[in-house]
């Protein structure tokens, strides 16, 4: 496959490796952007998992709370400019609403649920596709999350691309400075035992390929590899360090780095039974258009005719 410069940049975003590495572990990876990043980690190290935290659609995250009943909601655009429309930003809203009072157990059953603005209804399906016509842009609810097990809810909405909604009982602040934590540091679970059994082989497949690179760095200077005891020590040490990085309980708390999360929850009194964050296009994938490419293949056309 091509490797095309447009390719190289967006990887180097992703990573901030340097171009040549880039442009290296795409052409290793045959063009798969994703396990060339993952390359990139093993190779560079944790710089390039910089990509988790870089969004690649846009849209907005918005909540709402009534009472012990409350919802977080993503609903994406194509263009930042029409996250600032007033019109869509009713809707997102009014789709949180519903989501909360109805627990709709699909995108599907969302849009069916009665709603209109704008001139537009009976139903909110209908309200979406007519403000497609009228802004001219395409717009979809991605995924939501509603609670209504009894608990308080808290939330933490930083500006309109991250939205974090908190299940809890005790002290309102010290659940709310969570959801505001959650959303810097980005947790994938409450607890180390929580994290999902696919994050964890994803992070020691990583952490063995940079085991066998350190290896062959080894050998390739004249120096023994180290045994087979040692890797595995460090490709556990090195699990077992991501486990508390990415579990909530077991993070520093941004307030107050001196104590973890589960530390300030206690003194406060309080307990976190679940949480929900969004970021707005996480996961996916943005098409950018290789103009150089384009106008080449344009260039190319244009001569066989």
């Not at 907005?60 to 263009?79: D, H, L, P, R, Y």
């Not at 997102?92 to 109805?102: G, R």
């Not at 009665?114 to 309200?127: H, I, K, M, N």
């Not at 890797?231 to 909530?248: F, H, M, N, P």
């Amino acid at each position: 496959m091509a490797i095309t410069a447009s390719m190289v940049a967006e990887l180097r975003a992703k990573t901030d490796a340097p171009m040549m590495e880039c442009k290296k572990a795409l052409t290793e990876a045959d063009g798969d952007m994703a396990k060339a990043e993952e390359l990139l980690r093993v190779k560079l190290g944790t710089k390039a998992g910089k990509a988790a935290s870089r969004v690649t659609a846009e849209g907005v995250v918005t909540s709402f709370i009534e009472g012990n009943t409350g919802a977080v909601i993503e609903v994406n655009c194509e263009t930042d400019f029409v996250t600032k429309n007033d019109s869509f930003l009713a809707l997102a809203n009014a789709a949180a609403k519903l989501v909360a009072q109805h627990n709709p157990a699909s995108v599907e059953a969302l849009g069916a649920l009665a709603y209109s603005q704008d001139g537009f209804g009976p139903t909110l399906e209908d309200v979406r596709t007519g403000l497609i016509g009228k802004i001219g842009e395409n717009m979809s609810f991605r995924r939501f999350k509603q609670y209504s097990g009894g608990a308080k809810l808290a939330s933490y909405l930083h500006g309109t691309r991250i939205g974090v909604l908190v299940e809890f009982d005790g002290d309102e602040t010290a659940a709310k400075d969570t959801a505001m934590h959650i959303a810097a540091m980005k947790p994938v679970a409450l607890t180390s035992a929580d994290v999902p059994a696919e994050f964890i082989e994803r992070e020691r497949s990583v952490a063995v390929a940079k085991a066998d690179e350190a290896n062959k760095e080894l050998v390739a200077a004249g120096k023994p590899a180290q045994s087979a005891e040692i890797v595995t020590k460090r490709i556990d040490g090195a699990v077992q360090k991501y486990l508390k990085e990415v579990s909530l309980f077991n993070q520093p708390f941004v307030k107050n780095d001196k104590q973890t999360v589960e530390q300030m929850l206690k003194a406060a009194g309080t307990t976190v039974k679940g949480f929900t964050l969004y970021v707005v296009g996480e996961g996916i994938e943005k098409k950018v258009d290789d103009f150089a490419a384009e106008v080449a293949a344009q260039v190319a056309a244009a001569k066989g005719a």
